[in-house]
């Protein structure tokens, strides 16, 4: 069903694309169940450990605009994540060499009285402070559970004061209690840059090209990269203006580091202005980064540059490759990562060498919103060998228990606060925080190289778990980590 | 009406899921949606000195994650399915059940789930912390309250010179596990035995021994006054209530009187821990009279931006031992209405009579526009967090990170309270100047 960008919300993940947070079972068994025709439903847990919400994923990529501001319309808690997305602001700009300035946000500070007659006064201060304050491009209205509940009328608060605030005022609907899946928030975030901000193209760039990422840090190898075969990435959403996402619609084509962020914001301006979205599987490691370069190079009419360029990376990247495998043989690894990464990475540590004994996925999307199943995950069910496979909403309990059973010599994770975990338990624990971890050849071939430097020291790792005890009761290591999942039988 | 907030300086309510945390062996269960845990830690821990997950915190935390169905229905069965589960899963000697907004605005029956468990036999408590009802150092005595009202037990004979510590709030304070380490030491110093509840030590147990203690004391300007009274009521235990954080000779040397006081130790035996601690101070002290006078390297006048713990603390050190001049003071935290006028008078009774402006709130830009105000002859000292730093760098000023949040240092067990933390204290701000040009 195509991207609706006359309504004001985009509907959950859920509701859109029959996203899930529980499944164990195996990786074909999931890719069968959720292939075409076919329908999935979602395990519920009876016990959970804390998740994490759309708002943060929506606020994440918003506060990161240079000049729009932020209103979190909210009880001060739910801009805890605000301290977070500002030190990863700090450290893009100190690396773009910007100055340093804080993220512009504003958090309404609702109180009780606001909860029984309503927060729209406090919303109001909080638009008008930020426009005052700021002098912003554009300003982003982030909801929450409690003005959810509530049910502030955002809308009409924001029309009251059209005259007063001459900039686009635009809600983002990311209540965290809408979703378990917390990409939805991308998505919120992404709805309201296309319903609020994008224009329709003046004129078509025929060089430009719409870099989906989170913190850029990859911007001089991808400029390189594009270079060759003449195009100019733009890095969005965070670092960019309110005047570069307001003409992503004249772009050439648009692509992604990680599909989970950039699906619904390629597919809507493939749909809406006609720039191509490169569905290819994520660039990471060399199949990854072949398919999505020759993805972007048959979109722009460029594939005889796309291999000579690929023939180039390969050749200063194969005997590298060739160590790497040799120094990871018989090495064993479990990962845990969000859908995309978790994804890519099993194509990733199969090119290194690494055997996986089970991906965890933070949630899964049966399919994207152009229509068809993510196909990272399609090409990673083809290979001959099947492996345990598990959707959660980073459910540490599942893991630990997991990762104890298994013993693997390495853990590969993506998020905040899960690394550790196996750490503690003595495992080597690789964090992929950087999106651009393993991107490309030689990107593969630098994580590579960190996993050998990981490996070659586990001092810090194995003494840390000689001493600390980790929270789970001796009972709980005896049961099936997804003991307290409930799903149709697999 | 609070008005709205830039630059978050703590957090809501459910931030008090911090505090149980930080008792060893208790385990938090959050009723709440599924994003509230993961922002309260990456706030207060994380993105506050890195301070951890810890035994059981981050997302190890169990948590309802309430959606739709919560919100509409009701989320007490989902409630009692996850404490069920938790009592099963989690290694723990206390569990608290804390709730955020949803379970707050939508009204499910807490008490009621708790209440069942604790006829069962668990160590289960409940408090009601949704964020609306006020920020985390509202949460922190709610949470006491609970504690009091559901879990301590009256303990019979008090145990002589055995003292509950009750000071800043775990993770809000990055510094709070080297601030309470150095204070229990103090108290050790002049023979007291304390009890310190948070960080490495006896965790629940310690928590057990509360209604046993000779007296608390309360190392607070506001914050845990009710926890006291409330101790006092229910156990009949006195309380100390000292109003500073002691940073330097001047004030601990008061505070260490104040107690000894209290505590009815011989005079002679405070004046003998303070004569040895003073000694071995000065003769660093001494060695630091040689830069502030032999330099140029000194700072214009300082500004605090903390909660009134170290807004107050920092500023009587910085007045009455290092001999700086105070141009304004932001207190960030809420402070009720019937406390202002005690910390408005500690803010007005500083050595050689001096007096320091006070602002109250926590808008960080509220802050900004008051300091772009005003003049600064030489280049300002400012001790706020890493918010201010920006402000600083305009005012051409020297920042140090000493509050919420400190996302520019990782900070383990480092404190400023204290004669050793006062000398840490001078070390940084001298640091910071001296590392400004070189
Ligand atoms: S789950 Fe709801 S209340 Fe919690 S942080 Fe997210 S938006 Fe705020
Ligand atoms: S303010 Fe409410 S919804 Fe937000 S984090 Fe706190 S308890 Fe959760």
Sequence with gaps: ?490 | MAGVIEQIRNVCALGALQSVVAIERAIPIIHAGPGCGQKLWSGLSNGNGFQGAGYVGGHSVPCTNATEQEVVFGGEEKLRETVANTLKVMDGDLFVILTGCTSDIVGDDVGEVARSFRSSGAPVVYVETGGFKGDNYFGHELLWDALIDQFLEPAGKAEPGLVNLFSVLPYQDPYWTGTLHTIAGLLRSIGLIPNVIYGPGEGVASLRKVPKAQFNLLLSPWVGLKTVQRLEEKFGTPYLHYPTLPIGATETGKFLRAVGVQAGIPSETVEEAIRREEARYYYYVERSADLLFETRFLPGHFVTVADSFYALGLTKFLINDLGLIPEVQFVTEAVPEQYRPLIDAEFARFDEGLVSPVHYGADGGTVRDELARRTFRERPLILGSSWDRVTARKLNGYPLSVAMPVSDRLVLSRTYAGYEGALRLTEDIYSVILSSFQ
């Design chain 1, 1 to 490: 069903m195509a991207i609706n960008l006359d309504i004001t919300e985009a509907p959950t993940r859920e509701t859109r694309l029959g996203s899930i947070t529980g499944y164990s079972g195996t990786l074909k068994d999931l890719v069968a169940r959720t292939g075409c025709g076919a329908s999935i439903k979602n395990g519920d847990r009876t016990f959970s450990q804390a998740s994490s919400c759309s708002s943060g994923c929506a606020q994440t990529l918003l506060a990161g605009i240079v000049d729009a501001a932020v209103v979190n319309h909210a009880p001060i808690g739910c801009a805890g994540d605000t301290v977070y997305h500002n030190i990863a602001n700090q450290y893009g700009r100190f690396y773009r060499e910007w100055g340093n300035k804080n993220i512009q946000l504003v958090n309404t500070n609702m109180e009780e009285q606001d909860t029984v007659f309503g927060g729209t006064e406090k919303l109001r201060e909080g638009i008008r402070e930020a426009f005052r304050r700021f002098a912003p491009k554009a300003i982003f209205v982030t909801t929450s559970c409690a003005s959810g509940i509530i049910g502030d009328d955002i809308k009409g608060v924001i029309s009251e004061l059209t005259d007063e605030v001459p900039v686009p005022v635009i809600q983002v609907s990311c209540e965290g209690f809408r979703s378990k899946v917390w990409a939805s928030g991308f998505d919120a975030a992404f709805h309201a840059i296309l319903t609020g901000i994008v224009k329709p193209p003046v004129r078509k760039r025929p060089e430009l090209v719409n870099m989906v990422n989170f913190r850029g840090s990859a911007r001089a190898y991808i400029a390189r990269l594009f270079g060759e075969l003449g195009l100019v990435p733009r890095f969005v959403v965070p670092f960019a203006t309110v005047e570069e996402l307001a003409t992503v619609s004249e772009a050439a084509v648009t692509a992604t580091v990680c599909t989970t962020l950039g699906s619904y914001f390629g597919t809507a301006l493939e749909e809406n202005y006609g720039v191509p979205y490169v569905k290819a599987i994520p660039p990471h490691g060399v199949a990854g980064i072949e398919a999505w370069l020759r993805g972007i190079g048959a979109a722009v009419g460029k594939e005889s540059e796309v291999e000579a360029l690929i023939d180039k990376e390969r050749a200063a990247t194969d005997a590298d490759l060739a160590e790497l495998r040799r120094r990871f043989k018989g090495k064993r690894a479990v990962l845990g990562m969000g859908p995309s990464y978790a994804q890519s990475y099993l194509g990733v540590l199969e090119e290194l060498g690494i055997e996986v004994l089970h991906a965890a996925s933070w949630h899964y999307d049966p399919r994207y919103d152009y229509g068809e199943q993510p196909p990272a995950i399609v090409r990673a069910a083809s290979r001959e060998n099947d492996i345990t496979f598990s959707v959660g909403d980073q459910q540490l309990y599942e893991i630990t228990n997991t990762l104890s059973r298994l013993k693997p010599d390495l853990y590969f994770s993506r998020h905040p606060g899960s690394s550790v975990w196996a750490a503690k338990l003595g495992i080597t624990a690789v964090p992929v925080i950087d999106e651009y971890t393993a991107f490309g050849h030689r990107g593969l071939v630098n994580f590579g190289w960190r996993i050998v430097d990981a490996l070659t020291n586990r001092n810090f790792v194995t003494k840390l778990a000689d001493r600390v005890k980790l929270p789970y009761s001796g009972w709980w290591y005896g049961q099936d980590p997804y003991a307290f999942l409930d799903q149709e039988a697999v």
